[in-house]
């Protein structure tokens, strides 16, 4: 992790899903050699942030994959209550751990391993200060992890239910940022089985 120059910078990794879809145990398959949660881990360690908050479920064998996996850094592991909420609980929980006054937070999926480690920083170029938002998008598709100003962060710490922060984009309106890539791993996710080998 470095600081992106005078400006600070968090990291959210979203792994507390159940993985229904997949059949349980979806972050820890195997994916080109690693449990798959290691691609999201390694970009959100490798991008700007001086903090990674990693969001997981009462998940034991997960939460011993990831501390084999952060070798290079001190990523904070939050334990979402109850993950059937869904994606905007998990996203709550997580950026309460993160302070208020930094100037932003990305927030990554932990079932996407394959964004590349130039998005980051190229999200941050395109933030309209601490009051914008941006994602890359790919062929018209916007993906993720999305970087929120450090004013969004009292609004993601309330949000709840499985919306995430959809709704918070929207009312980004003009502030929102698509960033254009020619990175398809900003699209990809793991859903079930056979998504491991689509790719």
Same mark, same amino acid.
Request: charged fraction near 25%; glycine fraction near 12%.
């Given at each position: 992790?470095?600081?992106?120059e005078s400006?600070?910078?968090?990291?959210?990794?979203?792994?507390?899903?159940?993985?229904?879809?997949?059949g349980?145990?979806?972050?820890?398959a195997?994916?080109?050699g690693?449990p798959?949660?290691?691609?999201?881990?390694a970009?959100?360690?490798?991008?700007?942030?001086?903090?990674?908050?990693v969001?997981?479920?009462n998940?034991a064998?997960?939460?011993?994959?990831?501390?084999?996996?952060?070798k290079?850094?001190?990523a904070?592991?939050v334990?979402?209550?109850?993950?059937?909420?869904?994606?905007g609980?998990?996203?709550?929980?997580?950026?309460r !751990? *993160?302070? %208020? @006054?930094?100037? $932003? =937070?990305?927030?990554?999926?932990?079932d996407?391993?394959?964004?590349?480690?130039?998005v980051?920083?190229?999200?941050?170029?395109?933030?309209?200060?601490?009051?914008?938002?941006?994602?890359p998008?790919?062929?018209?598709?916007?993906g993720h992890?999305?970087l929120?100003?450090?004013d969004?962060i009292p609004?993601?710490?309330?949000l709840?239910?499985d919306?995430?922060?959809?709704g918070?984009?929207?009312?980004?309106?003009?502030?929102?940022i !698509? *960033?254009e %890539? @020619?990175?398809a $791993? =900003?699209l990809?996710?793991i859903?079930?089985?056979a998504?491991i080998h689509?790719?």
């Amino acid at each position: 992790m470095a600081e992106s120059e005078s400006r600070r910078f968090a990291a959210i990794v979203l792994a507390a899903g159940l993985g229904a879809r997949f059949g349980g145990g979806k972050l820890l398959a195997p994916f080109r050699g690693r449990p798959l949660i290691a691609g999201a881990l390694a970009t959100a360690f490798e991008s700007p942030a001086f903090s990674v908050v990693v969001a997981i479920g009462n998940d034991a064998e997960l939460e011993a994959a990831i501390r084999r996996l952060d070798k290079r850094a001190d990523a904070r592991l939050v334990k979402v209550a109850d993950p059937t909420r869904g994606m905007g609980a998990s996203l709550a929980a997580a950026a309460r !751990a *993160v302070p %208020t @006054d930094i100037d $932003g =937070v990305f927030v990554f999926l932990g079932d996407m391993p394959l964004v590349g480690t130039e998005v980051a920083p190229a999200l941050i170029r395109a933030l309209t200060g601490r009051s914008g938002i941006a994602a890359p998008s790919h062929a018209g598709k916007r993906g993720h992890p999305v970087l929120f100003g450090g004013d969004w962060i009292p609004a993601l710490r309330a949000l709840d239910g499985d919306a995430g922060a959809q709704g918070l984009i929207r009312q980004a309106g003009e502030r929102f940022i !698509a *960033v254009e %890539t @020619d990175n398809a $791993g =900003v699209l990809f996710d793991i859903d079930r089985p056979a998504d491991i080998h689509r790719v």
